[in-house]
């Protein structure tokens, strides 16, 4: 089966304690913990039945800025928009104060150490393009390096032409963007801040997945794009409510394989927006929480996949769960044995799920 898999992942996973530390204290031989780390993960997902494994993200301190950073044109400032509920501490947020462009190559060398670490498809995750955009929007954007907006958009498409031509170069096959800003456009916080920052909100899910769609244009036929959506994942807090319905046919219109949804609480709204889906791509639902240590049962999650096989044909259904269990370094409030607990029980609601 290509990818997604009926039992897949997300991407990120808690940091051991050791790495955790090295990475911080940046002590001598952390590159030799942290590669130790990252081929103990591998093994684990390997053991438990994972098809798609991934690094953990162990080589990042955060999901999406220690790529966005290394675009030229990039730069990280104080996050000036919505927060994130439950927390003091708030993540940075890209801002384009240049011309864009991919000008070396990006965590394609992470990319390759995975590769040869694991016998099962190497998945790796990088950040959509839409994140370069979302939070600061167009106040986030230099008018000098960008009057035209539409420049912009056209060269976040080339950027990430090329970076996936370089993960392709590598040998990637499955590669996913991850991207919240069409599930945080489902909230009506995010479109009034999406308004003060210069943009129109019903306008952004088109272009958003415009510019994903034109992203892969040039992708090798045999590679599996993909894209997750979530509304927010810091150290188990979260951003943004509300259903899927105001965003839910221009998303589907992006290229990609398949779609990783959050789906594990009542802020992502019902099954019915999955109605647009088009006919032969995938959805990931996100059913399992990431966010805490509790265990779902069987059968409540067999009793969702159902639901949503009304809308979207259960073959081209598959389960994960709803995000990384450590988007960022500091991770969710959650041990690892439950995290390990959790992909287990997503591999074994898939094997009896779809035999």
């Known amino acids: 089966m290509k990818p997604p898999f009926r039992a897949d992942q997300v991407g990120s996973l808690l940091r051991p304690a050791e790495l955790a530390r090295a990475r911080a204290l940046r002590t001598p031989g952390r590159e030799e913990v942290q590669a130790r780390a990252?081929?103990?993960?591998?093994?684990?997902?390997?053991?438990?039945?994972?098809?798609?494994?991934?690094?953990?993200?162990?080589?990042?301190?955060?999901?999406?800025?220690?790529?966005?950073?290394?675009?030229?044109?990039?730069?990280?400032?104080?996050?000036?928009?919505?927060?994130?509920?439950?927390?003091?501490?708030?993540?940075?947020?890209?801002?384009?104060?240049?011309?864009?462009?991919?000008?070396?190559?990006?965590?394609?060398?992470?990319?390759?150490?995975?590769?040869?670490?694991?016998?099962?498809?190497?998945?790796?995750?990088?950040?959509?393009?839409?994140?370069?955009?979302?939070?600061?929007?167009?106040?986030?954007?230099?008018?000098?390096?960008?009057?035209?907006?539409?420049?912009?958009?056209?060269?976040?498409?080339?950027?990430?032409?090329?970076?996936?031509?370089?993960?392709?170069?590598?040998?990637?096959?499955?590669?996913?963007?991850?991207?919240?800003?069409?599930?945080?456009?489902?909230?009506?916080?995010?479109?009034?801040?999406?308004?003060?920052?210069?943009?129109?909100?019903q306008k952004l899910p088109e272009t958003y997945a415009r510019t994903i769609s034109r992203a892969l244009e040039k992708r090798p036929p045999g590679m599996t794009i993909t894209m997750h959506t979530c509304r927010g994942n810091f150290k188990s807090a979260w951003v943004a409510a509300g259903g899927y319905e105001p965003v839910a046919e221009q998303m589907f219109a992006a290229g990609v394989d398949g779609f990783f949804m959050e789906f594990d609480s009542e802020r992502a709204g019902g099954f019915e927006p999955l109605r647009f889906v088009p006919r032969g791509k995938k959805v990931v639902l996100g059913l399992v929480s990431s966010k805490t240590g509790a265990l779902e049962g069987p059968a409540s999650l067999k009793a969702r996949i159902n639901a949503a096989a009304k809308y979207v044909p259960l073959e081209d259904l598959c389960l994960s769960p709803q995000c990384g269990f450590s988007s960022t370094h500091h991770g969710n409030k959650l041990t690892e044995d439950e995290q390990w607990r959790k992909l287990e029980r997503v591999v074994e609601v898939a094997r009896e799920v779809w035999r």
């Open 38 to 201: 990252i081929r103990e993960v591998v093994a684990k997902q390997e053991a438990i039945g994972l098809e798609a494994v991934t690094d953990g993200e162990f080589s990042r301190d955060w999901w999406h800025l220690d790529f966005l950073a290394q675009l030229e044109g990039v730069t990280l400032a104080n996050n000036p928009g919505p927060k994130f509920e439950g927390t003091v501490e708030q993540p940075p947020v890209p801002h384009v104060t240049g011309k864009l462009r991919y000008a070396n190559p990006v965590m394609v060398d992470d990319f390759e150490f995975l590769r040869k670490a694991t016998s099962r498809t190497a998945k790796f995750t990088i950040p959509s393009p839409s994140m370069l955009h979302l939070r600061a929007g167009r106040a986030g954007i230099s008018r000098q390096a960008y009057p035209d907006l539409e420049e912009f958009w056209d060269d976040a498409a080339k950027a990430y032409r090329a970076a996936i031509a370089a993960f392709a170069k590598a040998g990637c096959a499955y590669l996913q963007l991850d991207d919240v800003a069409f599930s945080y456009l489902c909230d009506a916080k995010i479109r009034d801040n999406c308004r003060k920052n210069g943009d129109d909100p």
